[in-house]
């Protein structure tokens, strides 16, 4: 099944204290993103990648880091959390269409993350 | 940067009523416009896009129409039924997507 999974998918921790949040899909997809979804903000983008080893900052960086050193996988980084950190987070994965990434966007299920 | 405002924020309907969100974009260079349904502990799943070559696009319940002149582009669902109850969010985009802010829709047996 063609999917996009995160773990965890639940996660309360204390200012400061290092995350990460795993992401993977199973489709072969060279683009994968990061987003935020906050109320009343929609989903705003943090960090994205075109392809293993090529990443870039989304709308949201700051207080966040991403790697890509395989296809499949795209960890996101919290390395000293803050409560303005507390969101849903998502990931998201999909081909690329003339090197752009308007092809299909498929989600994980998201990851609740709530620093106190 | 490309700038997508959506409305309405919230919207409640009765069963077999229509369903109309709407949405505006800044950036005239936007070529594709996806929107996505959200249910409820679960990620957004694309429902229908459109490509900025075609004015209307249609999926059986739902349609989607773009009027490039005025930058709006608009969901259309014809007799809602409770499980279409979510979140629905448009996007535009030239290089990346760029979501609207989203609409809750209820729908009510």
């Known amino acids: 099944e063609a999917q996009v999974t995160q773990n965890p998918r639940y996660l309360i921790t204390v200012t400061g204290k290092k995350l990460t949040v795993t992401c993977s899909q199973n489709?072969?997809?060279?683009?994968m993103s990061w987003y935020r979804q906050d109320p009343g903000l929609g989903l705003r983008q943090i960090y994205y990648?075109?392809?293993?080893?090529?990443?870039d900052k989304g709308d949201v960086p700051e207080g966040y880091k991403v790697s890509r050193k395989e296809k499949r996988n795209f960890p996101l980084i919290l390395e000293s959390p803050s409560p303005n950190q507390t969101s849903l987070y998502f990931c998201?994965?999909?081909?690329?269409?003339?090197?752009?990434?308007?092809?299909?966007?498929?989600f994980g299920p998201g990851t609740r993350l709530t620093v106190l | 940067g490309e700038n997508v405002e959506q409305h309405p924020s919230t919207l409640s309907v009765q069963e077999g009523d229509s369903a109309v969100i709407k949405c505006t974009y800044s950036?005239?260079?936007?070529?594709?416009f996806p929107w996505y349904k959200q249910e409820l502990g679960k990620g957004p799943q694309l429902i229908i896009d459109?490509?900025?070559?075609?004015g209307e696009k249609k999926d059986q319940r739902i349609a989607v129409t773009l009027n490039k002149t005025a930058k709006h582009f608009s969901l259309h669902i014809t007799e809602t039924q409770p499980e279409d109850s979510a979140v629905y969010f448009c996007?535009?985009?030239?290089?990346?997507?760029?979501f609207g802010t989203g609409t809750r829709l209820q729908v009510f047996p």
């Open positions: 459109i490509r900025s070559n075609v």
């Open positions: 950036d005239s260079a936007s070529n594709y």
């Open positions: 996007a535009a985009s030239t290089d990346k997507l760029i």
């Open positions: 990648s075109m392809n293993v080893e090529v990443t």
């Open positions: 489709m072969n997809h060279e683009y």
């Open positions: 998201a994965s999909s081909g690329l269409a003339g090197g752009r990434s308007t092809d299909t966007q498929y």
